[in-house]
């Protein structure tokens, strides 16, 4: 969850720069700032911050992509309620958005609830006139009803899609996806070989008919299709994998195991840091859970012995002053956020914020306000560095 920090945080700062009330913004602004870094913790300030985000959104004259934005910070923390509700508000200020309704079904689909997100991607056709839109709509209800085994609606679904807009090739991608899980194997290299036509630097058209070229025993085809695919992505994991396979279903077993064997480090590298996000998701875990039951002192050593073992973890470091500050010692919350100032150039109005806010505890007004202008005068600028890697 934590991995995508910063991108929500740059979610954030794009809503501000796109809105007009000059007055009411900044506060706006702050609440999601205190709700994105509480997000793990989920504790009272959390919960009084939402709050207030609840009675700033109607009142701020935002466009109808900030609401997309502000969905976007959410999600990037996990907060999949707290998205639904602010493209709830958002409907409320343009009822007759389709693209609104796209995303909260997008919402809805993603906690379980199919029928509700077929109802609002209904409601979402009937009301646009727009025909990319439709088309991305449907597409919408095709990969629904996929998820749901109902394989003759997503069908229909896609191929309506197609119809209203057949220069997609988006919806031809999906469209062979569908035909390549379903074993209709002709049709889905039809409608992958048309994709790489319309589209020949498209990634995924020459991934998705490799595969279907493999599947069906082609194997120079699907070798030249990935090795299109490779040229577009050298690092791409996947395309390694079926042109390794094809050049050792073709006899030429040299080459696929080189090929096999750059997929493997490629593949170990991401499970690494895969391993590395699960371990660090568990240590927040365990130390937040400790800090909810009363153990205070039981959270802060199992962060300090999670940092020993991964010390850039800006997680881990961040997490480790709130829990200090939560149990009243402002002063090691103050000198870890102060190490973490020294130690990263990655999110440091962040840091600023939490110090000011330390430091005004421990009564400390000019401390608390150098580093509270500090914020305000790096957020947007860092924001919009981190938007642009």
Partial sequence: MYRHFFQALCAVVLVFSQTRDALLTPELVDRFVTVISLAEFRDRDFDQTLDEIRELLPRSPLREQSYE??????????????????????????????????????????????????????????????????????????????????????????????????????GRIQLGKAYFDSNRLEEAQSEFERAVRSSPNNKESHLGLSATYLARGMWEKAATSAERA????????????????????????????????????????????????????????????????????GATQTLIRGIASYPDSSRLNMNLALVLSRTGKHQMAVETLESMLRRTNSGRFLIHKHLADEYKILGDAESSNRHRQAYLNTREAEFIQLARR
């Fill in 69 to 170: 934005l502000m969905k976007d910070a959410f999600l990037g923390v996990g907060l999949k309620a707290e998205a639904e509700i602010v493209l709830r508000t958002g409907l409320k200020a343009f009822p007759q958005s389709g693209l609104l309704r796209i995303y909260l079904a997008d919402v809805l689909s993603g906690t379980g609830r199919s029928a509700e997100a077929l109802g609002i991607l209904d409601e979402a056709s009937r009301l646009s006139t727009d025909r990319q839109q439709r088309a991305v709509i449907l597409q919408r209800i095709g990969s629904i009803q996929l998820g749901l085994a109902h394989r003759d609606e997503a069908f229909r679904a896609y191929r309506q899609a197609l119809e209203i807009a057949p220069e997609s090739t988006e």
């Fill in 230 to 297: 490779v040229k577009l992505e050298p690092s791409n994991s996947r395309a390694l994998y079926l042109l390794g396979t094809a050049l050792i279903r073709m006899d030429r077993r040299e080459d696929g195991q080189a090929r096999l064997r750059e997929f493997a480090k490629i593949d170990a590298g991401i499970q690494e840091v895969e391993r590395r996000y699960v371990d660090i998701d568990a240590i927040s875990l365990s130390a937040i859970r400790a800090l909810r039951e009363g153990n205070g002192d």
